[in-house]
């Protein structure tokens, strides 16, 4: 029988934030594929792609019920395993209908494994007397521009789309080997309802959640847009901008930790916000495309830190209880995700990107001025104490 190696539980979770990123990267790379098997035009593909945030959001305020009842390490694997499953399938299925069943399958796989790691998270935190969710989060953004950058290697150099996704799974299955002894055995206790709307403080974190994500979700989706319709950048470049994004983002939460224990988390997210509402100005008000690649450095150096700010935030209240907390917040968050190129496309098509855009520097400068409720420091003070 093999000895898998003890790793610490947080290592661990390093490793799962890493996986999901990577997985979730994955997909991405695959789209034009899925769509070339199924022959599906624009409007059936985004509905397809639909079916993996339904999948997201059915599982998500599932989690905690789940985590409570088996731990986090049981809930994770078995998250992972669908993914492990689905992942190939996608590549290879010629039906649209089975595409979404799939798609369905593969969302509630990563909806549970994203709310899953961040309880884990939370927990393993809670047991260390320095931050570790930039840290956490950090490794999920690196795990992302591994995955893509991997997946789009096999596929230049010559490899089927199908066994290249057979190769992500195995190294999946590989980096859930390692981490599954520190994945943790248990849970929050379960107190109260399996599942409960957001109220008090956990509203507020999950607003500021969505705020975050909503604004990521734009960049992903409309970077490119907006730098070629608007100002005039060459097709070819169009990646550039949320390439400058993630790279930032991934850095800051890399060195997250560290500023967060040195300049506090209230300075962190409120810097971080106007930072973000910064680099928006700078898109919005200079027609100068070298300097809109400034721009989305700031939005993704900005952004970075606040988000593994309000999941640090959420395991010190008591507002509601955290086998509850964690879904529901999170759940928010996935619907500022899905939500955000939805919105910025309805308002550009009856007004303009710029506009749109504006609204999202707007929601920027609102997560800086909530975050003056949250009582973030001392949170992390009666922690420190604890």
Same mark, same amino acid.
């Given at each position: 029988?093999?000895?898998?190696?003890?790793? +610490?539980?947080?290592?661990?979770?390093?490793?799962?934030?890493?996986?999901? /990123?990577?997985?979730?990267?994955? =997909?991405?790379?695959?789209?034009?594929?899925?769509?070339?098997?199924?022959?599906?035009?624009?409007?059936?593909?985004?509905?397809?792609?639909? &079916?993996?945030?339904?999948?997201?959001?059915?599982?998500?305020?599932?989690?905690? +019920?789940?985590?409570?009842?088996?731990? *986090?390490?049981?809930?994770?694997?078995?998250?992972?395993?669908?993914?492990?499953? +689905?992942?190939?399938?996608?590549?290879?299925?010629?039906?649209?209908?089975?595409?979404? %069943?799939?798609?369905?399958?593969?969302?509630?796989?990563?909806?549970?494994?994203? *709310?899953?790691?961040?309880?884990?998270?939370?927990?393993?935190?809670?047991? +260390? @007397?320095?931050?570790?969710?930039?840290?956490?989060?950090?490794?999920?953004?690196?795990?992302?521009?591994? /995955?893509?950058?991997?997946?789009?290697? %096999?596929?230049?150099?010559?490899?089927?789309?199908?066994?290249?996704?057979?190769?992500?799974?195995?190294?999946?299955?590989?980096?859930?080997?390692?981490?599954? @002894?520190?994945?943790?055995?248990?849970?929050?206790?379960?107190?109260?309802?399996?599942?409960?709307? @957001?109220?008090?403080?956990?509203?507020?974190?999950?607003?500021? &959640?969505?705020?975050?994500?909503?604004?990521?979700?734009?960049?992903?989706? =409309?970077?490119?847009?907006?730098?070629?319709?608007?100002?005039?950048?060459?097709?070819?470049?169009?990646?550039?901008?949320?390439? *400058?994004?993630?790279?930032?983002?991934?850095?800051?939460?890399?060195?997250?930790?560290?500023?967060?224990?040195?300049? /506090?988390?209230?300075?962190?997210?409120?810097?971080?916000?106007?930072?973000?509402?910064?680099?928006?100005?700078?898109?919005?008000?200079?027609?100068? =495309?070298? %300097?809109?690649?400034?721009?989305?450095?700031?939005?993704?150096?900005? *952004?970075?830190?606040?988000?593994?700010?309000?999941?640090?935030?959420?395991?010190?209240?008591?507002?509601?209880?955290?086998?509850?907390?964690?879904?529901?917040?999170?759940?928010?968050?996935?619907?500022?995700?899905?939500?955000?190129?939805?919105?910025?496309?309805?308002?550009?098509?009856?007004?303009? %990107?710029?506009?749109?855009?504006?609204?999202?520097?707007?929601?920027?400068?609102?997560?800086?001025?909530?975050?003056?409720?949250?009582?973030?420091?001392?949170?992390?003070?009666?922690?420190?104490?604890?």
């Amino acid at each position: 029988m093999v000895q898998l190696p003890i790793i +610490s539980s947080s290592l661990a979770t390093r490793l799962t934030f890493f996986i999901a /990123g990577f997985v979730t990267a994955t =997909w991405a790379v695959i789209v034009p594929y899925a769509r070339a098997n199924t022959g599906v035009n624009e409007a059936t593909l985004g509905t397809l792609l639909l &079916c993996l945030g339904v999948g997201a959001l059915i599982a998500m305020p599932l989690t905690g +019920s789940l985590t409570t009842r088996f731990g *986090c390490r049981r809930v994770i694997v078995a998250a992972l395993a669908l993914v492990m499953l +689905s992942t190939p399938l996608l590549a290879a299925i010629s039906h649209p209908v089975l595409l979404g %069943l799939v798609l369905l399958v593969f969302g509630i796989g990563v909806g549970v494994t994203d *709310c899953a790691m961040n309880i884990q998270a939370i927990l393993v935190e809670k047991a +260390s @007397p320095a931050p570790l969710m930039s840290g956490f989060h950090g490794m999920y953004s690196f795990g992302g521009i591994a /995955g893509a950058g991997l997946m789009t290697l %096999l596929l230049t150099l010559g490899i089927n789309v199908i066994v290249a996704t057979m190769l992500i799974t195995l190294t999946v299955i590989v980096l859930t080997a390692l981490s599954y @002894p520190g994945l943790l055995t248990y849970a929050n206790p379960r107190e109260g309802a399996a599942f409960a709307m @957001p109220r008090g403080i956990v509203l507020l974190l999950g607003m500021v &959640c969505f705020s975050v994500f909503l604004t990521e979700g734009t960049v992903l989706d =409309w970077s490119a847009v907006y730098l070629t319709q608007v100002r005039d950048m060459p097709e070819t470049l169009g990646g550039l901008g949320y390439t *400058c994004f993630a790279v930032a983002m991934t850095a800051a939460r890399m060195t997250g930790d560290r500023v967060v224990a040195n300049l /506090g988390r209230l300075t962190v997210v409120v810097g971080g916000a106007l930072t973000a509402a910064a680099g928006l100005a700078l898109i919005i008000f200079i027609a100068s =495309w070298p %300097l809109s690649l400034i721009g989305y450095i700031l939005i993704g150096a900005g *952004c970075a830190n606040i988000v593994p700010v309000m999941f640090s935030a959420v395991g010190q209240q008591s507002v509601m209880p955290q086998s509850v907390a964690v879904p529901a917040m999170t759940t928010m968050g996935y619907l500022g995700v899905l939500s955000g190129p939805a919105v910025i496309g309805y308002v550009a098509h009856f007004s303009s %990107l710029t506009l749109a855009f504006s609204f999202i520097m707007a929601l920027m400068v609102f997560v800086g001025a909530v975050s003056f409720t949250l009582n973030l420091d001392q949170r992390n003070s009666a922690r420190n104490n604890a």
